[in-house]
Every structure is written in C-alpha cells, then in structure tokens.
C-alpha cells in the first residue's frame, strides 16, 4: 500500500520507440492483434483519403474557372454511384467493427487462472497489492524518487482488480494496449499476458485533479523464474541497516505520497505545510484549537476528518490499515523533525 | 438576376433604420440579434482561443514551465468550457442561422422575434455565470463535469454548471424559434425540397436541440441538487453511481456534436455550390443523411465509455451504431466533392475556406472510424488521438465553415467585400497551423500520450513542440480573418446586393437588407442551385 505520484520527466522508462511514427512495442498478446487492426484501419482510412482529396485537387485544377460565361455540368445526382459509395464504405466498416468487437471481446475475458493482482487508484497515485505482502510494490527510478512498481511475468495471464479509494481513474498501458477506468464502489477489471521483458510506463488517463499527470507507475515485465524474487524485493519497507528513524521515515513519506497533498516547509498545497508543525497550537476548522503534539499527527494520519484544521477541506484519505507502526513512528519522527 | 431596383435603395438599410444604442438592446430584428450573437461568440472564441495558445505554450516542454499543475487544470477547463457552451454551440445557428434563415426563406423575421431577443439575454447571462467561475477561482474538473470529481472540487462547479444550464435554455429556445420559423414562414412556392441545404441543416440542428438539451439540463440539475442537498445520486461515498452521470451527460453531449456540426454542413453546401456555379450534387441524399445524423446521434453516446466499465454487450451495440452513423457523413463529403465536378470554380476566399473544409474534415471523419472500432478506441481513448479527433471535426470542421461562412455572407451583413488576398492568406495560415497542430497529435496519440496532462514523459517532446509551434500560426491565420474584416467594415469596397451571383433568397434583397428584409415576399419556382450558367441542353437528368 506504498506508492508515489512522481513527475513525468522522473519516471525513467525507456523511450518506447524510435520515432514519433513507429507503433509502439508489442508487449502483450493483445498488441499484435490490434496492431493489425490498426494498419489495416490506416491503409484504408489512407486510401480513401488520398481518393477524396485527390478527386477533389483534380477538380479543382480541371474546373478552374476560365471565364466568367463558362457553361456548367446540369448534373444534379447519380443513384447507381450514390449507392455504390454508401455500400462500399459500409462493407469496410462492417469488417472493422467485426474485427474491433472480436478483440474486444477477447480483452474482456481473462483465462480462469490468471494470477490476480489486486490495484487501487487515489490522487495521485497506483497502489498494486501482491496476496500475501504487507507492503505496495515499489521501486526507485531517477533521483531518489520511488514509483509504484507492477511486476509480471512474461508469458503468464495477469489479472488486474481495480477500484478507486476516491474519483475515477484510468489504468493504461500503453504498451500493452489495455485501458480501463478506475471507479470507487465497484470493481473493474484489465488482463493480459506480456510478451516482451523490460520497463514500461503506466499512466492515468481519467482527469483526476492536479497532479493527473505524475500519477504514474512503471510496470515491469520479468521472466517467470526471477517473478517471486522481484515482487518480494518490491514489497519491502523497513528501516535499513545504518539509516536513521528520520531518514526511514522521509522514505515513508514518499512511498506513500505525502508530498501529493503537503509541503515540507509552512507553505500550503492541498494541506497545510508540516514546517514548523510540531508543537504548535492548531486552529481547527469548529473554531477550537489543539496542540500538535505525537498524539494529534498520528490521529490526523489514522483518522484525518476527525479534527479538520481551520481553512482547508477534509480531503485527506485514511492511512488506517496502511501504515504499520514502525512506519508511523518513522513518519511523526520526520514530521517533527521538519522546522 | 437584376436585383438592384432602384427604389431599394432609398429604403434605409436595418443598420442605419433605427439609431442609438437602446435600438440594438432592444431591437427584435433577426438580423440585429444575429449580430449581436456574432459579437458575442466571437469575443468567447477570442478568450478561449487565447487560452488555447496559453496551454500549448505550457507544453512546449515536458516539465512545467510557466504553469501550475492547479493553472494549467483551470485553463484547459475554461478553454473548453467556454468554446463548446458560449462559442460552437451559438456560432453558427445563434449567430450566422438567425442572420440568414429567415431571409433565405423570404420571410419578413423568425416566427418568434421577442423570444429571439429573450434567447440572447438568457445566453448573456450563461455567459456572465461561466465567467464569474473565473472570479470564483476554482473550476477544475473539465467541461465534462465527470462526478464524483466535480462532487469533490471547489465551489465554482455549481456556478460553472448552473451557466451551461441556463446556456441550454436558450439553444432550446433558438431551436423552437427555428423548427417553426421553418414549418411556418417559408415564402410562397419554396416546398420542403426547395429549400437551401443550409435550411435543412439549420433545422436539422434545432430538432437535436429541442429533444437534447433538456437531457443536459436534468443532467447538470441533478449533479446541483447532489452538492447543494447532499442526495447520493452520482456520488458512491452517498450510495450514487459515477458511470451514471457519464451516460446522461453523452446522451446530450453525443447529440451536440451534432449541433455543433451540422450547421458546418450547411454551410459549405452554400459555398461550394454558389462558388463552383454547380447545382448540389444529390440534394435529397444530403438533407436525408441531415435528418438521419439526427436520429442516429441519439443512441450512439456510449461510445464515449467503451472503457469506462459499462457492460462489454452495450460496448458492441454502441460500436456498431457509431459505424451506423458514418455511413451518412461519408455521403456528404462525396456529395461536396462530386458538386465540383464539371463547375466552373472561383478561387475566392469562401471558396478556399470550403476546399481547407473537405481536406480538415475528411480526416476529422476518417479518424473518428479508428474510435468507434472498439478494441483500438481502448488503445486511443483519452489520449491525443482524441484530441486531435474532436478539433479535426470541431475546428476543421466547424470553425473553418464557420470562417467560409463569415467571407460569405459579410458583404450581405454590412454591405461591404473584404480584402480578396488578405482573405486567401488568412486561408492558407489556418490552412498550415490548424495541421501542423492537430496532425502532430494523432501520432502523439497513437503513441500513448494522455490528455490533460501539463508534464509528459521526454519522449512526447518533438511532437509536442511542432503541435505548438502549429497553434501559433493558427493564431496569426485567425488574427488576419479578424484584420480582413473589420478592415472590410472600415473601407471595404460596398457590396452590391447580389456579389456571388447566388440563387437563394437572402440574395435577391440589398446589401445590407432593409429592415424587413424584402420589400415584396419573394415567390420561389424552382432549385436555390440553378445557377444561369447551368447547361440545361448537356442532357444530363434533373
Ligand atoms: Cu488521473
Ligand atoms: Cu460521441
């Protein structure tokens, strides 16, 4: 349950093609068929436009007006050519609405033993749960930073259990040509089965608010021998040898996004700024007030509408189940430790 | 053809007919109205142009430059917001439809005149309600209003919300006003097959309104009575369904595309025919798939949520219809291109804007045959691809028939022509930016990138810039569409009545028209497209 939102420029993966015109990798056994579907789509979306626009140019230098009594054609239709150019379009759109519906059908049936992978949405970040671990999957990318990690196997059927803890989201891999939202109250559901080892962006394609943008994640595609190895060095949150409390705890923060919704310094973002935080006395938003002390940061993690501090809006998710205590000890160390 | 009777022109014009400002606010003269949507719209086409500029500016680069992430949110909504609500949806029927409908029918106003007047103020103060958004600083989620998003953002929403509700009380009343305008006023000897196509389009798009509309209207009702009374409709923390908004708002917002272009269509019917000297080519294949659009319209909105978690069933259903739908516009561009055949072409500046028309709208329609093949819009869905879609239709569409139409019809508004070559040029610049921005999306689409993002990976750069470096010269081209013609108002050649040699009626009145608009109803006997130069004798069947 540990993740990050993370700007785009952070994220690392490798370019996924060449150049701008290139398909992107075929990473998924749902890639290859649609890529036909897609060339196919271009060829003839191509040719009838090089028809119609050519037609077009060629009138358009054949009809040039050469004086201003030139006589013009009496024709007003043609039935044979009319229907002739309803019928074929319709032909060519009945094959592509056949082939789309097949695949389509095909995306929305995983096979019975899939391995299940259970992912949540919230601003702004992916949470992927592995049965099992008691932490989210993470991993570092460029500076420090940490993403959310999606670890598979290659050539083994994934599945993807998805709901949103507040608005709708997107889960998206370009890569593997998948697509779905994320809804809070229901379940939906993404499979696929990857074809290609390697690093590959996620993204939020449904508008989520202000950092949409860097809710982002990296999914990686291992073989089938390294997957358990991979997954339980992804899982793993603990102090490490020689690091402080304070410095575990800033690697808490991140993992699980703090930074999405507050700044180090006094300064406000979507909560209030944690500089200077510690034991001073709070405004809260029912007009009383309270001083923050160990007690007070660790109710407004664990139960945040409980006390709602004066001038903000109680937007803050619960870490309630999330957060073990070793980790929430780290956490309200760094908290304090911020001036 | 001589329609410069001298008496004509002792009549004053419906511009100089009445003086001072009082005599505009409270005029309920078509043609006066008409105008003054015209200023209005293209002022909000201005303001969300602007931000346009603004947000592909920001995305010159991958990182956040000059922006916020909160700015850059707020922008792109407003953008949107206030291009489909205060300037698509009004341009052309609010604007250009109540200038020339009733004077192509030859008839004296629309059925309604005071309640053509009451429309305007409605859609003045739907503007004043979005604008006020701006003041209340914090509209964010879109001009999709997705719950339970905009359940959870600042209170501007039910400002925001409560504008495109009033907004809709008056494209619901210009529809009336049109839908028996059209029934009841046509002059004598115009049958339902005499009719200008523009008519028929116009008409076309007031039946969508009427029955639409009321749908959005329910709509964004239900999503105020949510956050104002706290009743879980939409929102699932209250017991509502989220996916349920998303159908109400498509079952509206599908139609709307339609709205918003089919007027479009009408348009370049004119142009093309009047500029090639062509009769239309299949007359009665292009008003039917007008009136087919509008039919079908309503019951393809689920493709809009093929991935949003509707049954995988209604997916397929809505494929197939959305394919349905192709099949009509498909037969229009056809029409158009045949209709040059054998013509006698002037290269004028409407005409220019027709041919940029054929080319931009060719692929807006090609493209959107991508996004109704199910398994590839789940690949395309909510990236540029997209994007690049809807402006290809949007603003290659409608906008560029919205321009050609301005070019058309400006020396009928004022009695004034236009610079010809400053009007080509202004043609070529949209030509180039509008491309260069809009092309460079698909592959940015096809390539994975998601929309409304303010930051994007490094490998989106390229593609990102030649898009932006696009928008510019698109601007410039829309800035010289603005110098041509107030140049035109200021000292432009005047216009004779009847500079295009047209047949329809608007026409065959001076330039500009007296105040009500004929001096004698027109009778009509035959085609608005039976131009003089026709060659009756070639034998070809009528
Ligand atoms: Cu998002
Ligand atoms: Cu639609």
Redesign the interface.
Known sequence: MIAYFIPPEKLGTPPMSDSPWELLPTASNHAQSLDGLYILLTAVTGISFVLVIGTMFYFMWKYKMKSEDDKTSPLTHNGKLEFAWSAIPAIFLMVFFVWGELDFVKLSSPPADSIDIHVTGQKWYWTFEYPGRPVAATTEVEDGEIAPLLVVPKGQAVRLTMTSKDVIHSFYIPAFRVKKDVVPGRYTYVWFEATELGDFPVFCTEYCGDEHSSMLAVVRVVEPEDYKAEVAAATTLEQGEGESLEQFGEKVYKAFACNSCHNTDATRKVGPGFGGLYGKSENLADGSSVEADENYIRESIMEPNAKIVAGYTPQMPSFAGQINDEQLNALIAYIKSLK | MSDDKNHEAVEPSYLTAKKGLMSWLITVDHKRIGLMYLAATMFFFLVAGLLAIALRTELFT???DFMS??TY?KVFTLHGAIMVFLFIIPSVPAAMGNFVLPLMLGAKDVAFPKLNLLSFYIYCIAAIMLVMTLLLGSL?T?WTF?T??SK??GSAVIMATMGAFVAGFSSILTGLNFVVTVHKMRAPGMTWNRMPLMIWALYATALIQIMATPVLAITLFLLIIERTLNIGIFD??MGG???LYQHFFWFYSHPAVYIMILPGFGIISEIITVH??????????IAMSSVAIAVISFIVWGHHM????QS?LA??VF??LT?AV??PT??K???W??T????????TTPMWYG?VF??TF??GG??G??L????????L???YFVVAHFHYVMVGGTVVAFLGGLYHWWPKFFGRMYNETAGKISALLVFIGFNMTFL?QF??G???M??????????YE??HQVSTIGSWILALGLFTVLGTLVMALKNGERAPANPWKAVSLEWQTASPPIEHNFHMTPRVTGSPYD?P????S?????
């Open positions: 991958g990182q956040q992430a909160q949110n964010d879109g997705y339970p998003y959870s953002t699932p923390a369904d989220p996916v090639s000297r062509k009769h239309i080519f299949g007359y009665r294949a093929f991935v949003s978690g995988e997916g397929v494929s197939f394919f192709a099949v498909a037969i561009v056809f029409s291109v045949a040059l055949y054998g013509g006698s072409i002037r290269y041919l054929l080319w060719t692929i090609l493209t045959v991508y109704g093949t199910l398994s590839v819009d789940v690949h869905h909510e990236t460079t592959f940015l096809h390539q994975g998601p929309r409304r993002y303010y930051a994007y990976l490094p490998e390229v593609m131009f130069e026709i060659d009756k070639a034998g070809a069947h009528h």
